[in-house]
């Protein structure tokens, strides 16, 4: 699988996500995944504080997971791993977490349920512009500082609070923000019905052009829309269609289809790879239900598209 440089790290371009284990996905699945993603060579594991819990009561159930299957495999120091915290609360999501006493705890919780004495990337899950970009930035130095992170991120920030954030680690001496994460796939969604996750647009694009900041994009396969939709047609399920079914979308699935007769390579290998071949470090991070789906992302690990080939296909 190919790599990007992530911090001084080389880490694999597809990332797993583990948005359901602990939760719909069941541990006994969890595990089988986890094992044949790093037999393909994976080493990229992006969790969460609420990953797993978004149907049960629980807390970390995700980490726990990961944590448990990392400590039987003594594969700690193979793992590049990612986790986040901030998130409001489920049940109300307009309730800011990102006090230093919320990101400091919801930090050592994250540890301990991994299983860790650190994590190579933590993120804040959310952002709040009420609160003073100057006092998140001094807390999210102090987990670089005393060792719980190697490097700090964020997710779901628009890129002016990024770049503010940036200004003020550098005048003060801090921890910079290597990374952002946020929705990214090469089919653009016709809505997102979360009023706080933030998609990739012309100024976040032209902030990573500028800064060369590390991307990680989540829903990178747009729910695998235009791969089904090149296989099924007019039997693609009506829901997937709503969501992503536009004039825009329709003519990207017919360029995509030039480059496939081009290369050989599949639909969801170009989508992906149209992410992973960007001109500043990014990553896909990536779902699967089961160990065979990850094997038919095989491909796209080991793909990269020509500039030529990115412009044609779709420019932000």
Same mark, same amino acid.
């Given at each position: 699988?190919?790599?990007?440089?992530?911090? %001084?790290?080389?880490?694999? !371009?597809?990332? &797993?996500?583990?948005?359901?284990?602990?939760?719909t996905c069941a541990e006994s699945l969890a595990r089988?995944?986890?094992?044949?993603?790093?037999?393909?060579?994976?080493?990229?594991?992006?969790?969460?504080? $609420?990953? =797993?819990?978004? !149907?049960?009561?629980?807390?970390?159930?995700?980490?726990? $997971?990961?944590?448990?299957?990392?400590?039987?495999?003594?594969? *700690?120091? *193979?793992?590049? &791993?990612?986790?986040?915290?901030?998130?409001?609360?489920?049940?109300?999501?307009?309730?800011? +977490?990102?006090?230093?006493?919320?990101?400091?705890?919801?930090?050592?919780?994250?540890?301990?349920?991994?299983?860790?004495?650190? $994590?190579?990337?933590?993120?804040?899950? @959310?952002?709040?512009?009420?609160?003073? $970009? =100057?006092?998140?930035?001094?807390?999210?130095?102090?987990?670089?500082?005393?060792?719980?992170?190697?490097?700090?991120?964020?997710? %779901?920030?628009?890129?002016?609070?990024?770049?503010?954030?940036?200004?003020?680690?550098?005048?003060?001496?801090?921890?910079?923000?290597?990374? %952002?994460?946020?929705?990214?796939?090469?089919?653009?969604?016709?809505?997102?019905?979360?009023?706080?996750l933030v998609a990739m647009d012309a100024d976040s694009?032209?902030?990573?052009?500028?800064?060369?900041?590390?991307?990680?994009?989540?829903?990178?396969?747009? *729910?695998?829309?235009?791969?089904?939709?090149?296989?099924?047609?007019?039997?693609?399920?009506?829901?997937?269609?709503?969501?992503?079914?536009?004039?825009? %979308?329709?003519?990207?699935?017919?360029?995509? +289809?030039? !480059? +496939?007769?081009?290369?050989?390579?599949?639909? @969801?290998?170009?989508?992906?790879?149209?992410?992973?071949?960007?001109?500043?470090?990014?990553?896909?991070?990536?779902?699967? @239900?089961?160990?065979?789906? &990850?094997?038919?992302?095989?491909?796209?690990?080991?793909? +990269?598209?020509?500039?030529?080939?990115?412009?044609?296909?779709?420019?932000?």
């Amino acid at each position: 699988m190919l790599t990007h440089a992530f911090g %001084n790290r080389q880490v694999s !371009v597809i990332g &797993l996500g583990s948005g359901e284990f602990g939760g719909t996905c069941a541990e006994s699945l969890a595990r089988d995944i986890l094992d044949t993603y790093t037999e393909l060579g994976g080493c990229f594991l992006d969790t969460a504080r $609420v990953y =797993g819990d978004f !149907v049960t009561p629980k807390n970390g159930e995700s980490e726990k $997971v990961i944590g448990r299957w990392m400590t039987a495999r003594h594969c *700690r120091d *193979r793992i590049f &791993l990612s986790t986040k915290g901030g998130h409001p609360p489920l049940q109300d999501m307009t309730r800011s +977490r990102l006090s230093r006493e919320e990101i400091r705890r919801d930090m050592a919780e994250s540890l301990e349920d991994l299983q860790t004495d650190h $994590v190579d990337i933590y993120w804040l899950h @959310r952002d709040d512009p009420r609160r003073d $970009v =100057g006092e998140i930035a001094e807390t999210l130095h102090s987990l670089v500082e005393d060792g719980s992170t190697r490097m700090v991120g964020v997710s %779901n920030w628009h890129p002016d609070r990024i770049l503010e954030a940036l200004r003020y680690a550098r005048d003060h001496g801090l921890a910079e923000i290597s990374a %952002n994460q946020l929705q990214f796939s090469l089919a653009r969604p016709l809505h997102i019905a979360d009023p706080s996750l933030v998609a990739m647009d012309a100024d976040s694009y032209r902030m990573h052009m500028e800064t060369r900041m590390v991307c990680c994009c989540f829903s990178s396969q747009a *729910r695998c829309f235009l791969s089904r939709l090149d296989r099924l047609g007019p039997d693609t399920p009506e829901s997937l269609r709503r969501a992503y079914e536009s004039p825009e %979308n329709l003519a990207i699935l017919e360029r995509v +289809r030039t !480059v +496939r007769r081009e290369t050989g390579m599949s639909v @969801r290998a170009i989508a992906l790879s149209y992410l992973t071949s960007q001109p500043f470090p990014t990553f896909a991070l990536v779902g699967a @239900r089961s160990p065979e789906q &990850l094997l038919d992302l095989k491909e796209a690990g080991d793909a +990269r598209l020509t500039q030529a080939q990115l412009d044609f296909i779709r420019k932000i």
